[in-house]
């Protein structure tokens, strides 16, 4: 339950969740439990006035890059992990909804029997109108990680703060469980 007396300190927020958070204890896919819990957490910020924005990752149901190194072409595997996160993106908003928090998904792959594009002015828009936006298909982009898309947004809808909930504590220029040389950014700002 939302504590009615509590203030919220940012107005707007970017949550990045990886898509591990959601496995709980299951070995793949989606946890229900973890799904509704994180998605109350969600709901309760918003009942706060918080606007709240996520990127989820889609490393519980399948991670490109490891295909990729195993021999797949590369683009086509990143493709497939994006598809992963518009399924897990398809999933917390079921599960807001469920909640009766009013929740949009926004691909940034043309999915439009699926979800919405993504388009800026509309994510900015639906957080406006108090309505959770959960971006999918990462950049749309191979080559670039859900993490990337997290900051890109971030940025595009002028949220005031990132909140990284992932198994990689920090920002880094290159992954640090296979570079262990990778620089961890210690300061981001959305200036």
């Known amino acids: ?20 958070a959601l496995l709980g204890s299951e070995d793949y896919g989606i946890d229900p439990q973890i799904l509704k819990r994180i998605a109350g957490e969600i ?19 399948f991670r490109g890059a ?5 021999g797949m072409d590369r683009v086509t595997a990143d493709h497939m992990g994006m598809l992963a996160t ?5 999933a917390m908003q079921d599960a807001l909804e469920s ?3 009013y929740a949009r998904v926004m691909s940034a792959l043309r999915i439009n029997e699926v979800c919405e594009d993504y388009i800026r002015r509309r994510a900015v828009r639906h957080l406006e ?9 990462g950049t749309g982009n191979p ?17 005031e703060i990132l909140l990284k909930a992932t198994k990689v504590n920090g920002i880094y220029d290159s ?8 620089k961890r950014y210690t300061h981001l700002t959305f200036d």
């Open 66 to 70: 490891g295909l990729a190194r195993a």
């Open 1 to 20: 339950m939302t504590n009615t007396n509590a203030t919220a300190r940012y107005r707007r927020i970017l949550v990045k969740l990886s898509g591990e």
């Open 175 to 182: 992954d640090p469980n296979l570079n262990p040389d990778a």
């Open 43 to 61: 709901r309760d910020l918003t009942q706060m006035g918080v606007q709240v924005a996520v990127v989820l990752g889609g490393g519980n149901i």
């Open 143 to 159: 080559f670039f990680t859900t993490d990337t898309a997290a900051s890109l947004r971030a940025i595009e809808i002028n949220a």
């Open 99 to 101: 909640l009766g928090t």
């Open 129 to 137: 109108k108090g309505r959770v936006v959960i971006f999918g298909a």
């Open 86 to 90: 518009v399924i897990n993106a398809l």
